[in-house]
């Protein structure tokens, strides 16, 4: 994919703002939003013409084919020359006419000698002549100076010093398809060779380091500057993988995008600028001139690039970092994304592989388990960026917010790199959600994650937690909570509770030591996270209930837990529910369970693992056990931070 755009970004108050962003060739785009292009007919007809005397090659080629068409590439001419030489005894062109040489050179020899003869006074000088003659007639020596000829003048023949090309794999599969209705033994015996997997690497080897020779070779001297040429292959299913833009009347690679052609031949940089491509003049030309021109062209495109002045940084390996989205992202909604069509869009709590953070602004990652559909990384704003325009969003008055964005992002592009890292600094402060780095953990048999319900009152959380200790009273516990009030009689200390002073529960709550306590009845009570580390270390599975602002004691310890929201369905099923219980709630109070609902999922649906509707409460019941049995059997993703 070859994307274009225009140096800059969204500015305020232009009507050119469309046009000042990366566009996609290879991707369908949303051709409202972008400037016309400029129409050139006589450039248009030329491309036409080209392609049309491509098109007119290839049905001649096709004409008159047979088995094999000994005319369909190189190599087959060479073998269709000497017919009676398999593939397993290759020749090289002129072999028959050397030797023929040779044997002229013999017969010459022969006669030469014969004549000296005539002229020898003594009897042991005819004899030695009549030796030779015997010799230079005899067929065997005859054969041997011939095969001695032709191994001398190939071992004596001069080897290229650089790839005559790199495109050998395409040979090989243009061959095989050649061969495809062969059924003579050379078509069957070459089609085998071909098709040998250690063959097939060879020619991968041989295009990759021909790719990187002939990109070296191909350094020449253009209107006084140092240029380059580079190949590369664009097909429809495989992308190139770069954005340019315009710079004044040159156009510039303005992007590398990772999965794509450029990337992985590694020709194409960052500030490279595209004098040609396959002989036509890009000087000049506005980018969506640009994405129409290289929409018609596939196949092996040529570039004449001014390489990038630029100094390089040393290569380093390309490390991805998996993140969680804390954030809902629409790249069709972002004013700023450079290309629309390359913006990937996510929804909070999404996983992300990010594999480039070249550019601060704008990261290139893949959502889990996209990677095999998704050939090309797509664009998602930064962190530090996306901390700075949220900041940003809640200082500023919501009518003038959008103009200030703008006026932001432009002038934020001029910074130093010194001074973003700062104001990252500063919008963490913040407390805005961005993204949280993650690794993937497979819970010890012996250490079970504790299971944290969320979930407003009336949703059935806590029938689902009874659930589960009635059916499997030695999987799953609870955890003794703590309280100030005195012990009834029944009642044993750790047992059901933990009976402390209120001067111990007040220095172990000041000490951050409970996930939730409150007061009831001049008495506090409350569930400590050392609780919570006795069912886990008991082999057991902690089940714990709990309001939304005990979630952030509970994920900044070390008990790694797994967090499900029970949401609660439609008013209507609701209200029914309620009613199999004996309860007879009124419609504000099963609106206010729905509002509160959406509440917890808006601020802290990053950090649900998992969430299941209780409409039925059977269903949503094995749902719960099935997620609690997965993490059994599978990794999940987790923070980072909790894994150091």
């Known amino acids: 994919m070859i994307t274009t755009h225009m140096n800059g970004y969204v500015q305020e108050g232009t009507a050119q703002a469309a046009s000042h962003r990366e566009r996609a060739v290879d991707c369908p785009g949303d051709e409202s939003c972008l400037v016309k292009p400029v129409h050139c ?18 049905e001649e080629d096709s004409r008159g084919k047979h088995d094999i068409d000994p005319n369909a590439s190189l190599r087959l001419r060479k073998l269709a020359q000497n017919p009676k030489v398999g593939v397993d005894n290759p020749t090289f062109e002129g072999k028959e006419h050397t030797t023929k040489d040779a044997i002229t050179d013999l017969e010459e020899l022969l006669q030469a000698i014969k004549w000296v003869q005539q002229y020898l006074s003594d009897a042991r000088s005819h004899q030695d002549a009549e030796l030779l003659i015997q010799l230079l007639a005899n067929d065997d020596f005859k054969c041997a100076y011939s095969i001695y000829t032709v191994v001398s003048q190939k071992m004596n023949r001069v080897n290229p010093t650089s790839p005559l090309t790199a495109q050998a794999q395409e040979l090989c599969l243009e061959v095989q398809k050649i061969l495809q209705s062969s059924q003579q033994k050379e078509g069957l015996e070459l089609r085998a060779l071909l098709t040998n997997p250690h063959l097939q690497a060879l020619m991968q080897a041989h295009d990759s380091l021909a790719v990187q020779e002939m990109a070296e070779d191909n350094v020449i001297q253009y209107l006084g500057k140092t240029v380059k040429m580079v190949r590369l292959h664009k097909t429809r299913d495989t992308p190139l993988g770069a954005t340019v833009r315009n710079d004044m009347d040159s156009v510039m690679v303005s992007r590398v995008v990772k999965g794509g052609t450029a990337e992985h031949s590694g020709l194409l940089n960052e500030g490279d600028e595209i004098l040609e491509i396959n002989g036509i003049s890009l000087r000049g030309k506005h980018v969506n001139e640009v994405h129409d021109l290289l929409q018609q062209m596939h196949g092996t495109l040529t570039f004449l690039l001014i390489p990038s002045s630029q100094i390089k940084s040393a290569p380093h390996r390309q490390t991805v970092m998996h993140v969680r989205a804390d954030f809902d992202y629409d790249p069709s909604d972002d004013p700023f994304v450079p290309c629309r069509e390359l913006g990937l869009s996510f929804q909070k709590g999404d996983i992300l592989h990010v594999i480039s953070q070249d550019d601060p602004n704008w990261w290139q990652a893949y959502r889990d388990g996209d990677e095999e559909n998704q050939l090309l990384a ?7 960026f996306q901390q700075q325009r949220e900041t940003l969003k809640r200082t500023t008055p919501d009518r003038s917010r959008e103009q200030q964005g703008k006026r932001w992002y432009v002038k934020k592009n001029k910074q130093q790199k010194k001074k973003s890292t700062s104001l990252c600094k500063n919008a963490e402060s913040e407390d805005v959600l961005t993204y949280e780095e993650m690794s993937l953990y497979h819970q010890p048999a012996n250490r079970k994650r504790p299971i944290a319900l969320i979930a407003p009152t009336n949703s ?22 703590h309280t100030t009030r005195s012990a009834r009689i029944h009642e044993r200390n750790g047992r059901e509770y933990h009976f402390v002073n209120r001067q111990s529960f007040e220095d172990d709550l000041s000490a951050g030591k409970f996930i939730e306590s409150g007061e009831y009845g001049k008495n506090l009570y409350g569930t400590s996270t050392d609780s919570v580390r006795h069912v886990v270390n008991s082999g057991r599975i902690c089940l714990l209930c709990l309001h939304t602002r005990s979630l952030k004691v509970l994920r900044s310890s070390n008990l790694k837990p797994f967090v499900i929201f029970i949401a609660p369905p439609s008013q209507e099923r609701l209200r029914t529910l309620l009613a199999t219980e004996g309860k007879t709630p009124k419609p504000e109070d099963l609106m206010e369970v729905i509002e509160k609902a959406r509440e917890m999922e808006q601020d802290f649906g990053h950090v649900f693992d998992a969430t299941i509707v209780n409409a039925e409460p059977n269903e949503a019941f094995f749902e719960l056990r099935r997620l609690i049995e997965k993490l059994d059997t599978e990794p999940q993703w987790v923070p980072t931070s909790w894994l150091c």
């Open 460 to 481: 059935g959380h806590d029938e689902l937690r009874r659930r589960l200790l009635v059916v499997e009273p030695n999987k799953f516990a609870v955890a003794v909570p």
């Open 378 to 384: 797509g664009l998602i704003p930064g962190k530090c």
């Open 41 to 58: 007919s006589a450039q248009m007809e030329r491309i036409q013409h080209y392609q049309d005397e491509l098109r007119k090659r290839r």
